[in-house]
């Protein structure tokens, strides 16, 4: 993606300033899988203004694939309950089977029911928002992620 999240250079893991801009340490790659273009864009934007590279796909079956005839691997997919030609729910139970054990995280939308959140536990999701997802829910993420290593 672009270099210039790169161009301040610190030796600290991440760097929380008093504006609350957020750097993670290391390169993290995150799938966004949202057929929502206004959510899909601003998560991307917030996500690569911490420094982090991102690949926006609009289904489950996309991400599926991507997972199984390429290469690709990412630090924390975000998953959509409701996508056009496969549901994030039989997404993350096929990535799952396939042996992914990348942090997925499941956006339920406002009008889903308790039901769909449980669903998605169910089907192997780490932990589950109502969307849209705040800057402070992916400030959390990226703190966990940036923490593992």
Same mark, same amino acid.
């Given at each position: $993606? ?12 991440? #760097?929380?300033?008093? /504006?609350?801009? &957020? ?8 799938? +966004?899988? /949202?057929?929502? /273009? ?5 998560? +991307?934007? &917030? ?8 690949? %926006?796909?609009?289904? %489950?079956?996309?991400?599926?694939? +991507? ?6 691997? &990412? ?11 496969? /549901?994030? +729910? ?28 449980? *669903?998605? $536990? *169910? ?15 992916? #400030? ?10």
């Amino acid at each position: $993606m672009s270099s210039s999240a790169s161009a301040s250079s610190s030796k600290s893991k991440k #760097r929380v300033g008093p /504006d609350n801009d &957020f750097k993670v340490g290391k390169q993290l790659q995150v799938l +966004i899988v /949202d057929d929502d /273009d206004v959510s899909q864009t601003t998560y +991307i934007l &917030f996500l690569q203004k911490c420094g982090v590279e991102t690949l %926006g796909v609009r289904n %489950g079956n996309v991400a599926v694939t +991507i997972h199984d005839i390429t290469e690709m691997r &990412f630090d924390l997919i975000l998953m959509n309950s409701v996508l056009p030609l496969m /549901d994030g +729910i039989p997404a993350t139970k096929k990535l799952r089977e396939m042996g992914i054990t990348t942090m997925i995280v499941g956006m339920t939308n406002v009008n889903d029911k308790e039901e769909v959140r449980k *669903e998605f $536990m *169910e089907a192997g999701v780490d932990d589950c928002y109502e969307k849209p997802l705040t800057p402070e829910i992916l #400030r959390s993420l990226l703190e966990k992620l940036s923490n593992k290593a």
